[in-house]
């Protein structure tokens, strides 16, 4: 199928599961928060990235969400997404969306079932470009002594015991993981219907750090469809 049409018939399939669900296509059930992001800085070789380079703190929105929307007893593809504000200075913000994923890297990009939000890597499955290089992001969390499921209400139960810590790291497909980042995710926001953030990571990149060119025109409209869906 011809790219303008494949990208014209994922908008339209975005756009009536999101108005069916009255909520994002993908993702539809979820809990924002407020959160920190903490830049390490290179701590060694570059990462040729403006961004990553030098240590920073940015104050971010985030929301855990089931990626199905399955009953909330069974495994889901979990969601982590995360805006940070003005990472790029005012009014340039940085998204960053990770589903749960496998660890071995042959597979590390596929995405997987799970419900401990918790339990393992969530992945960006899709390369980016960072500094030049094709790279995975991923976060890992940092395990509580009881697992954490990913129902939104379990979640706010699990927040009200103090927060959720990831290591955010990146590595080339075969590569071995590096932090760049700890995300700190505390306290739930209100979130009336239909006010999910729309997150966007083509919208909201930065320099040296941006998505690959894999499905991303795809992707756009899949996004597009399903902001206009919700509206």
């Not at 913000?93 to 042959?106: E, F, G, K, Q, W």
């Not at 499955?125 to 030049?132: A, F, I, Q």
């Amino acid at each position: 199928m011809p790219g303008p049409l494949r990208a014209r018939g994922t908008r339209a399939g975005f756009r009536l599961l999101a108005r069916l669900r009255r909520a994002p296509a993908f993702h539809p059930r979820g809990l924002t928060c407020t959160g920190e992001l903490t830049v390490t800085g290179a701590s060694g070789a570059p990462w040729y990235a403006p961004w990553l380079d030098g240590p920073g703190r940015y104050a971010c929105v985030v929301r855990l969400s089931r990626g199905a929307g399955l009953p909330w007893r069974l495994p889901d593809w979990l969601g982590l997404a995360v805006r940070a504000l003005e990472a790029g200075g005012p009014g340039r913000h940085l998204d960053l969306l990770l589903t749960t994923s496998a660890r071995p890297p042959v597979v590390r990009h596929l995405p997987l079932p799970r419900g401990d939000a918790l339990g393992g890597p969530y992945s960006g499955l899709l390369p980016y470009r960072v500094g030049g290089r094709r790279m995975l992001l991923a976060a890992f969390p940092r395990r509580r002594l009881r697992p954490v499921h990913g129902d939104p209400a379990a979640l706010r139960r699990a927040l009200a015991g103090g927060p959720l810590v990831f290591d955010l790291r990146a590595a080339t497909p075969l590569g071995r993981w590096r932090t760049f980042a700890v995300l700190t995710v505390r306290s739930p926001l209100p979130e009336p219907p239909g006010s999910t953030p729309g997150y966007d990571v083509y919208e909201h990149s930065l320099p040296g750090l941006v998505p690959g060119p894999a499905l991303a025109t795809v992707r756009r409209a899949a996004y597009a469809g399903s902001r206009r869906g919700r509206r």
